[in-house]
């Protein structure tokens, strides 16, 4: 009888010690799990405003990779070496808007775009939006619409009659054209053509196609107004260049960035410090930006 009541309190007190045993796992390993939510839950939140407040990190530091090629005026060499002009003007005002900083590294145009392919550089502005490059790349809003003019020496304007491309094309002209370019889809319709591929000459750089020009290797060549004027000023060209009148729509460009490096939240971002570039004063009262609205 006295083991019998000596072997239940022996059982008694086991079962308290494992109920107590119980009750600090189970409670520690829902605080455990309570803490990691939580702290999942803040990190998030932390990741998606700093997304919010486009921040590229490249370690520590807030930096976009910038990849430019020369496009005067729009994108110039200063006495430095460094890049100038226009475009270059805007994404400073708009990076400031994201606190980040800038470094630039100049390319031709067809390696600039591969090294948005493969997250060399991060952004790269002057470009038109279409699948291909859709899929290896993000686009910020157009910041502004682009069109080219057909350019011709003076001397040979007035030896064809032609009314399109294909005219000129049919006369056996040929067309300097950059490396990589996409000239909208009339003339890209055009380059698939077997029958014109001869027509068009490649060039990587926008001063070798208007030397082709100057040099007699091509007929004529499809450039913004702007580029010409400048490289006319710049340049002692041999001859005088004119404008046929043949004129391409390209439609809006955009800042292209790459998916390797860049989020969708980070180009909204841009997106909307892009904005407010666009209601500033600074941006209203330059010469150039306000001609092109």
């Known amino acids: 009888m006295v083991l019998s009541k000596l072997y239940k309190q022996a059982l008694w007190f086991v079962l308290v010690i494992i109920g107590v045993i119980l ?10 799990v309570s803490n990691s939510q939580s702290t999942h839950s803040v990190e998030s939140e932390a990741a998606n405003s700093n997304a919010a407040q486009g ?24 006495d430095e070496n460094q890049p100038s002009g226009f475009q270059i003007e805007f994404i400073q005002w708009v990076s400031q808007h994201i606190n980040c900083k800038l470094t630039y590294r100049r390319l031709t145009w067809q ?20 699948i291909e490059r859709e899929r290896y790349a993000h686009f910020s809003e157009p910041y502004r619409m682009d069109m080219l003019a057909l350019t011709v020496r003076e001397e040979t304007r007035d030896k064809h009659s032609v009314k399109n491309l ?10 300097g054209v ?10 890209e319709a055009i380059r698939r053509d077997i029958k014109y591929r001869a027509n068009f000459i490649e060039y990587p750089l926008e001063i070798d196609i ?6 007699l290797s091509v007929d004529g060549i ?18 005088r260049f004119v404008k046929y009148p043949i004129e391409i729509l390209i439609g809006p460009l955009h800042f292209m960035f790459s998916k390797k490096t860049v989020s969708k939240q980070q180009v909204e971002a841009f997106n909307q410090a892009m904005k407010k570039v666009k209601q500033s004063q600074q941006y209203k009262d330059h010469w150039f930006w306000t001609m092109i609205q």
């Open 166 to 175: 294909r005219e000129f094309f049919d006369a056996g002209l040929k067309l």
């Open 23 to 32: 009750f600090w796992y189970f409670n520690s390993s829902f605080s455990v």
């Open 178 to 187: 950059l490396q990589g370019g996409y000239f909208g889809p009339e003339v």
């Open 55 to 78: 921040v590229f990190q490249h370690g520590d530091a807030c930096l976009l990779k910038v990849g430019w090629t020369d496009w005067p005026p729009y994108l110039v060499a200063n």
């Open 222 to 239: 499809f450039e913004a107004p702007f580029t010409i004027e400048q490289s006319i000023t710049k340049n002692q060209n041999k001859h």
């Open 111 to 130: 390696n600039a775009l591969g090294a948005i392919r493969t997250g060399e550089i991060d952004v790269l502005g002057r470009a038109s939006k279409f």
């Open 210 to 215: 208007i030397n082709a020009l100057d040099n």
